[in-house]
């Protein structure tokens, strides 16, 4: 591979190594403040290891996030000026914390929850300018090539009616692709019924203008860690020097973690005889939920978990997948907007929480997450994964001609 090929990634390719590392992050508005506080401890282990200035973008080939969890992406990889994560993992909950209030204003006064029923009825609940603004302040002019590793980001296009999948890995050949991440940011939150639709134009060369038109990329993928992984395999399959020589069966390479949002404890909140009574406001607004989009985002992560359960099983790498998800969520807590400091206060705790928790996996019968991996807890699990991407990363720098070159320059 040529040695100046090589300038973007601030991780070594896996052809130098013995793994495939893959982080993902879900949706769910603010209750990104979940896989934040996850994040931030996982990033407090790698530093534990490697010194306080490593950052999580140092260790995963890929990184992927859907609307809130596209966001968090962006955020971990995006350069600064010295070419560093332009967040710590550590400041991510600060950022949701101070922000959320502003992203979705809470209704004041009398009848709040009719007041915003009534809103989502005539339009988005929020015009999003605060968000649209902020993204756009912090992101500049950063486009998909400049990532700091590998991401892959889900939308979906209105208009075309099929996925737009904003992947790193497409830009070379497909430079349409290559947009500002301000606007990747902007359209994959953009969920229906909260935010509105993002429409942006690209002109990719001279004369030649790609058209987008966009929502929330939790209608193609919610839980985008499969995603991420089939990303990872085309390239393998298409020979890209990253990954030679790993053979395109080999995924027994892959070292995934999961992060979901969170989801609602309160199954049996619907019926098939209340909901075979719901028309288009019945699907769209019920008590003040959106039961349409909580049988998208449930239904998708869920299936996802699975697949990769059984994908690692079949190949005794278990260890080397890690799902962490809550679903206990009750109330507020559930909800993707209700920005008010006692309910961020309480997503906090409740991500500090979670680290306590066992790991589970969920079952597809119940839909209940159960305990496995003999009582393991999930900062438990953080933190021997986080002994295997600190080894893979050393390693990796040992065999780059990468690094042996840059010492040499030094």
Request: aromatic share 8%; hydrophobic share 35%; with cysteine.
């Amino acid at each position: 591979m040529d040695l100046l090929k090589r300038t973007k990634s601030v991780i070594q390719p896996p052809t130098y190594g013995n793994l495939i590392t893959v982080l993902s992050i879900d949706g769910g508005g603010i209750r990104g403040v979940i896989p934040a506080i996850i994040l931030g401890f996982l990033e407090s282990q790698l530093q534990e290891l490697d010194g306080k200035d490593v950052r999580i973008a140092d260790y995963f080939d890929m990184i992927s996030g859907t609307s809130t969890g596209g966001l968090v992406t962006c955020m971990l990889t995006t350069p600064n000026g010295d070419n560093r994560p332009l967040y710590a993992a550590k400041d991510i909950k600060t950022f949701y914390l101070e922000n959320s209030p502003k992203i979705f204003p809470q209704y004041k006064g009398p009848f709040p929850l009719a007041r915003k029923s009534m809103k989502a009825v005539l339009g988005p609940r929020y015009n999003g300018k605060f968000l649209q603004d902020l993204i756009k302040r912090n992101l500049g002019s950063t486009r998909l090539q400049h990532t700091l590793t590998d991401v892959v980001i889900p939308t979906f296009d209105i208009k075309e009616l099929h996925p737009t999948i904003f992947s790193s890995y497409k830009v070379d050949n497909n430079p349409s692709l290559n947009v500002l991440l301000s606007d990747i940011c902007i359209s994959t939150s953009a969920a229906p019924t909260y935010l509105p639709a993002h429409h942006f134009q690209h002109e990719h060369s001279p004369g030649e203008v790609r058209d987008f038109n966009l929502i929330d990329g939790f209608v193609a993928a919610n839980n985008p860690a499969l995603l991420a992984v089939n990303e990872v395999s085309k390239e393998i399959l298409k020979g890209s020097p990253d990954f030679f020589p790993i053979k395109p069966m080999d995924y027994s390479r892959f070292l995934v973690i999961s992060l979901g949002t969170g989801s609602p404890m309160n199954r049996q909140k619907y019926s098939a005889k209340r909901a075979s009574k719901w028309g288009l406001f019945g699907w769209l607004l019920d008590s003040g939920s959106t039961p349409l989009v909580t049988a998208f985002t449930q239904a998708n992560g869920a299936m996802v978990d699975l697949n990769l359960c059984v994908f690692f099983q079949a190949l005794h790498s278990e260890d080397k997948y890690l799902r962490i998800q809550d679903d206990t969520l009750i109330g507020t807590l559930a909800s993707a907007d209700i920005a008010t400091k006692r309910n961020l206060d309480n997503l906090v705790k409740l991500g500090e929480d979670l680290l306590k928790k066992p790991v589970s996996r969920v079952n597809l019968e119940t839909g209940i997450y159960q305990s496995c991996n003999n009582g393991e807890t999930n900062s438990e699990a953080l933190k021997r994964l986080a002994k295997l991407l600190s080894a893979e990363r050393s390693l990796r720098n040992s065999r780059s001609p990468h690094t042996s070159l840059a010492k040499l320059m030094t």
